[in-house]
């Protein structure tokens, strides 16, 4: 059929064309902002889940939905080793900038760019010039101790968002990958603006192992955040996924090449749209069938092997990539640390080190107190084919 024509979108943090089985999500965070913009107390959100949930995606729609809610809204993607003091820098900047063209906020607002002036200079990060009309603030978010500036810093945006009437929802993805300390100071920040009940909410996301981070960085952490998970679909949304868009076209599929997309994607839902991109490619006319599913079977793990599984696979040591593979041996998982040791060979202590590493890089997490289980769905067989030669030293 018409390439032109296929709905679906395959992309990283790509809206897919029927946003299905996350009304609850959705529903929840609408509720905390319309809560927040009237006034009341609302938790911030963490959503937690594995790589090609569509936990960008949800975030990228709970920001939309804090722009119709008249919020002010800023998304922050947080890479490796980034400090999160030069991530929130020009978002705020330009949240601040919009708070003071509002007349009975512009004082509020002129006090929130001083205090972001000083906290930007004691952390030594690079910004544009401030307009010359702003005044210094001595002492505002300017002692050099993250967790106290960032406070000064949330609490001097908030004070501003109140007097305009202006809400403002931080939007931060990757949350895994900031610093310990850098977590910290946001919770800290966050825990203040609860308690003065100001009109800031931060939505996040990330890997699994974020609420268990959270909670060792602050205790409190898990009162103060909602933590919904982000799965697989259901059966009947991730048929819907592929369904819906499908026959918006005008276009039917049969319920056994629905049935087939659906086992061979596990119900996750970026893969249902490299699946159902694939399929529709492969489809001479409708309805798509079975056959043209498994056609497109071939392409669609071709290409997730080119980008989704291999841009990870690149980022990785080759003893970590024997790691991974040796897990990939043992199975989908979760597996215990001393199996994968064993397969590799080694003893747990050797292995340890690159555990953590594979951790940090968000490849791996671990679910209970010793599993270790892949981030990445279907990377176990991934491993498999990219490197097929590899033998355990066990079994040598």
């Known amino acids: 059929m018409d390439p032109v024509q296929n709905p679906f979108a395959p992309g990283a943090?790509?809206?897919?064309?029927?946003?299905?089985?996350?009304?609850?999500?959705?529903?929840s965070a609408r509720v905390a902002l319309k809560r927040v913009a009237a006034g009341r107390h609302a938790k911030s959100m963490l959503l937690l889940g594995l790589r090609g949930v569509g936990k960008t995606v949800l975030l990228v729609r709970i920001g939309e939905i804090a722009e119709e809610e008249g919020f002010l809204s800023v998304l922050i993607e947080a890479p490796e080793e980034r400090r999160l003091a030069g991530l929130v820098v020009p978002k705020l900047r330009s949240i601040l900038y919009k708070l003071s063209a509002v007349?009975?906020?512009?004082?509020?607002?002129?006090?929130?760019?001083a205090a972001l002036r000083n906290f930007a200079s004691a952390f030594k990060v690079s910004y544009a010039e401030f307009e010359v009309g702003v005044e210094p603030h001595p002492g505002l978010a300017a002692s050099g101790d993250l967790e106290t500036d960032l406070t000064d810093l949330f609490l001097a945006v908030a004070e501003a968002a109140k007097a305009a009437g202006r809400p403002v929802a931080i939007l931060i993805d990757e949350v895994q990958y900031l610093e310990v300390e850098d977590l910290s100071a946001l919770i800290v920040a966050l825990h203040r603006i609860g308690q003065r009940n100001l009109p800031l909410i931060l939505f996040g996301a990330g890997l699994p192992q974020l609420a268990a981070v959270s909670g060792e960085a602050k205790s409190y952490?898990?009162?103060?955040?909602?933590f919904p998970e982000v799965g697989p679909l259901d059966d009947i949304a991730a048929s819907k996924a592929i369904e819906d868009p499908v026959e918006e076209m005008g276009v039917e599929i049969e319920p056994d090449a629905l049935e087939l997309i659906v086992r061979k994607t596990e119900k996750y839902p970026y893969f249902l749209q490299e699946w159902g991109a694939r399929t529709w490619n492969a489809a001479d006319d409708s309805p798509i069938s079975a056959r043209d599913v498994e056609k497109a079977s071939d392409a669609a793990i071709g290409a997730l092997d080119a980008s989704f599984f291999r841009v990870r696979f690149d980022r990785l040591t080759p003893r970590e990539q024997e790691y991974l593979r040796a897990m990939a041996a043992l199975g989908?998982?979760?597996h215990r640390s001393g199996d994968?040791?064993?397969?590799?060979?080694?003893?747990?202590?050797?292995?340890?080190?690159?555990?953590?590493g594979l951790i940090r890089k968000g490849m791996i997490w671990s679910p209970a107190h010793g599993d270790t289980a892949f981030t990445v769905p279907l990377f176990d067989q991934y491993m498999l084919r990219a490197m097929p030669d590899w033998e355990s030293p066990a079994s040598t």
């Open 13 to 27: 943090g790509s809206r897919p064309p029927a946003l299905t089985g996350r009304d609850e999500i959705i529903n």
């Open 103 to 113: 007349e009975k906020a512009r004082t509020l607002a002129n006090r929130g760019l």
């Open 221 to 226: 952490a898990e009162r103060l955040f909602e």
């Open 332 to 334: 989908p998982g979760p």
């Open 340 to 356: 994968i040791a064993t397969e590799l060979g080694i003893a747990v202590t050797t292995a340890g080190p690159l555990r953590t």
